[in-house]
């Protein structure tokens, strides 16, 4: 029977039927085909990340399109010359040297011990007298020498004052041991601030720097390494206390936060317990000062506590306890991060590449106007945006909303949930065209976070949220002396020096920014107990 005759002698009922179970597989085959697109953009967004580049970096095809602002600057090019040296008939240019000659490659400065060792001549001794040296040349090659430590011993002569024979006692003189840093400890004020940089600098966790101490002879217990740096960070607790205040001060105040490995749980039915995710909280202020807060969760209240009645601008991410706060404090201004809303448009490749790639050239045009006048004046710099940046900010959300009435694209799709966070957020995107101070996004801040990120790989977790929180303060000291232009290890050993006896109501001082101004032209010595260092300090 063809489909026609089965049409024919099919009924009203039946047919109803059939065209509703072709509807239901209709809907089913919808179904299935946005799921397949869904679960195709994971796997291609997931190759991205394991066999792809991760970085979000895009560079234009056409560095001629770049805008121009109406300033044409056409800057001279400097092109490096090669030396050339006269040799006869011609010049002969002069190739870079191998490191060599006189002057190879290798740069250092006056710090940097030199150990000179003088080559034989390669002639016979016999035959010396018939050679006259004429000058030298030098070889210069970087060494290296195993973990540098030493032992300073501190010698106090004992005198017995002279008495006549019938003296009942004799009367015994030594002066007392020099000061340190914890009392009763032998750790040098130098060990200590060396301990700190290398685990909260340079990421070497506490057990490799004591095998580092063993193998070059010290003998020194892991506990006594972890108590010594407990020590020292608690001394240092005001300092970032004072720091923390100042930063709560700025009028642009960027913040974030980022996950870490802190304390254990509850050990489970199976006698097993794992690490607690905890958070901390960084916070960059308007004078290149960060601070680390830790919370053992991330929860709306540490936001709420933590910002507890601050007033000025707010930058941070999409993160919505920021939006709340701003929203139920009318002194705060919440602006919003453009990297954060272009993350999304740049995730959105895998499935919408045309969409997408219109979407980052409009923010990567936006960033080469900020580029370009981010050195300006506040003035000038607020009226170059209202200028360049406005019109192109107005023009990529008009875009956005016209996408989104035409209602052509998939509602899961990444291109949407991009665009839907980007419109969710115009007024807080908007903020730094009303306000010179307020950045773009949050990439200054971002790079800061990049030390706890790495250090994660390296120490893993913190076994207590009291060390955690001591991890924060270094970091918070440690990040800020490089934002500030100060060497960590002179910073640190002056300051463990001179923190117990600064007045409290002036240890803000202490903190890098303010210590950079106060005592780095003359800072308190690496010099426990030499000449001139009575009890350890000037």
Request: overall charge neutral; proline content about 5%.
């Given at each position: 029977m063809s489909?026609?005759?089965?049409?024919?002698?099919?009924n009203?009922?039946?047919?109803?039927?059939?065209?509703?179970?072709?509807?239901?597989?209709a809907?089913d085959?919808?179904?299935?085909?946005?799921r397949?697109?869904?679960?195709?953009?994971?796997?291609?967004?997931?190759k991205r990340?394991?066999?792809?580049t991760?970085?979000?970096?895009?560079?234009?095809?056409?560095?001629?399109?770049?805008?121009?602002?109406?300033?044409?600057?056409q800057?001279?090019?400097?092109?490096?010359?090669?030396?050339?040296?006269?040799?006869?008939?011609h010049?002969?240019?002069?190739?870079?040297i191998?490191g060599n000659?006189?002057?190879?490659?290798?740069?250092?400065?006056?710090?940097?011990?030199?150990?000179?060792?003088?080559?034989?001549s390669?002639?016979a001794?016999?035959d010396?007298?018939?050679?006259?040296?004429?000058?030298?040349?030098?070889?210069?090659?970087?060494?290296?020498?195993p973990?540098s430590?030493?032992?300073?011993?501190f010698?106090r002569?004992?005198y017995?004052?002279?008495?006549?024979?019938?003296?009942i006692e004799?009367e015994?003189?030594c002066?007392?041991?020099?000061?340190?840093?914890?009392?009763?400890?032998?750790a040098d004020?130098?060990l200590l601030?060396g301990?700190?940089i290398?685990k909260?600098?340079?990421?070497?966790?506490?057990y490799?720097?004591?095998?580092?101490m063993?193998?070059?002879?010290?003998h020194?217990?892991?506990g006594s390494?972890?108590?010594?740096?407990?020590?020292t960070?608690?001394?240092?607790v005001?300092?970032?206390e004072?720091?923390?205040?100042?930063?709560l001060?700025?009028?642009v105040?960027?913040?974030?936060?980022?996950p870490?490995?802190?304390g254990?749980?509850k050990?489970?039915p199976?006698?097993?317990?794992?690490m607690?995710?905890?958070?901390?909280?960084p916070?960059?202020?308007?004078?290149?000062?960060?601070?680390?807060?830790?919370?053992?969760?991330?929860?709306?209240?540490?936001?709420?506590?933590?910002?507890?009645?601050?007033?000025?601008?707010?930058?941070?991410?999409?993160?919505?306890?920021?939006?709340?706060?701003?929203?139920?404090n009318?002194?705060?201004?919440?602006?919003?991060?453009?990297?954060?809303?272009?993350?999304?448009?740049?995730?959105?490749?895998?499935s919408?590449?045309?969409?997408?790639?219109?979407?980052l050239?409009q923010?990567?045009?936006?960033y080469?106007?900020?580029?370009?006048?981010?050195?300006?004046?506040?003035?000038?710099?607020?009226?170059?945006?209202?200028?360049?940046?406005?019109?192109?900010?107005?023009?990529?959300?008009?875009?956005?909303?016209?996408l989104?009435a035409?209602?052509?694209?998939?509602?899961?799709?990444?291109?949407?949930?991009?665009?839907?966070?980007?419109?969710?957020r115009?007024?807080a995107?908007?903020?730094?065209l009303?306000?010179?101070?307020?950045?773009?996004?949050t990439?200054?801040?971002?790079?800061?976070?990049?030390?706890i990120a790495?250090?994660r790989?390296n120490?893993?977790?913190?076994w207590t949220?009291?060390?955690?929180?001591?991890?924060?303060?270094?970091?918070?000291?440690?990040s800020?002396c490089?934002?500030q232009g100060?060497d960590?290890?002179i910073?640190?050993?002056?300051?463990?020096?001179?923190?117990?006896?600064?007045?409290?109501?002036k240890?803000?001082?202490?903190?890098?920014?303010?210590w950079k101004e106060?005592?780095?032209?003359?800072?308190i010595?690496?010099?426990l107990?030499?000449v001139?260092c009575?009890?350890?300090r000037?």
């Amino acid at each position: 029977m063809s489909n026609k005759e089965l049409a024919v002698s099919m009924n009203h009922e039946q047919i109803a039927t059939l065209l509703a179970s072709h509807a239901g597989l209709a809907q089913d085959y919808d179904h299935l085909k946005t799921r397949t697109d869904e679960l195709q953009t994971q796997l291609d967004w997931f190759k991205r990340q394991l066999f792809g580049t991760k970085s979000e970096r895009r560079v234009s095809p056409d560095e001629s399109l770049q805008l121009t602002l109406g300033e044409l600057q056409q800057a001279e090019s400097e092109t490096a010359t090669e030396p050339t040296i006269k040799v006869p008939g011609h010049e002969r240019r002069v190739g870079p040297i191998n490191g060599n000659g006189d002057e190879g490659d290798l740069r250092f400065d006056d710090s940097v011990p030199v150990e000179q060792i003088i080559l034989p001549s390669g002639i016979a001794a016999d035959d010396l007298n018939d050679y006259e040296k004429i000058g030298e040349k030098k070889s210069r090659h970087l060494a290296q020498k195993p973990g540098s430590y030493f032992v300073r011993e501190f010698i106090r002569s004992v005198y017995k004052k002279k008495a006549p024979a019938d003296a009942i006692e004799d009367e015994i003189y030594c002066i007392p041991p020099p000061w340190t840093v914890l009392d009763r400890s032998f750790a040098d004020v130098s060990l200590l601030a060396g301990l700190l940089i290398d685990k909260f600098r340079y990421h070497l966790p506490l057990y490799r720097q004591h095998q580092r101490m063993n193998a070059c002879g010290v003998h020194v217990s892991r506990g006594s390494l972890t108590n010594w740096v407990h020590r020292t960070v608690e001394l240092l607790v005001p300092v970032y206390e004072a720091q923390m205040k100042s930063i709560l001060s700025s009028q642009v105040l960027a913040m974030d936060e980022t996950p870490i490995k802190a304390g254990r749980k509850k050990k489970n039915p199976s006698g097993r317990s794992k690490m607690n995710t905890a958070y901390f909280w960084p916070l960059f202020g308007d004078q290149d000062e960060v601070a680390f807060h830790f919370a053992p969760t991330r929860s709306h209240s540490v936001v709420f506590e933590l910002l507890d009645g601050y007033a000025g601008t707010l930058v941070t991410d999409g993160y919505e306890a920021y939006k709340q706060f701003a929203a139920k404090n009318a002194e705060v201004c919440h602006a919003a991060c453009w990297v954060h809303t272009r993350r999304g448009f740049d995730k959105a490749l895998v499935s919408d590449q045309d969409l997408a790639d219109q979407a980052l050239q409009q923010i990567a045009n936006l960033y080469r106007v900020e580029e370009k006048i981010r050195h300006l004046a506040p003035e000038k710099l607020q009226a170059k945006r209202a200028l360049h940046s406005k019109p192109i900010v107005e023009g990529f959300f008009e875009w956005l909303r016209k996408l989104q009435a035409e209602q052509a694209l998939l509602p899961s799709s990444p291109f949407t949930k991009a665009l839907a966070y980007a419109l969710e957020r115009e007024k807080a995107l908007k903020v730094f065209l009303e306000n010179p101070a307020v950045p773009l996004d949050t990439n200054h801040l971002e790079r800061q976070i990049r030390p706890i990120a790495v250090g994660r790989k390296n120490w893993m977790f913190c076994w207590t949220e009291v060390g955690a929180r001591y991890t924060g303060i270094a970091h918070s000291l440690l990040s800020t002396c490089i934002l500030q232009g100060v060497d960590p290890f002179i910073y640190l050993v002056d300051v463990l020096q001179r923190v117990e006896t600064h007045p409290a109501a002036k240890v803000e001082e202490l903190t890098p920014r303010l210590w950079k101004e106060k005592f780095a032209a003359d800072p308190i010595p690496d010099c426990l107990g030499s000449v001139g260092c009575q009890d350890g300090r000037d």
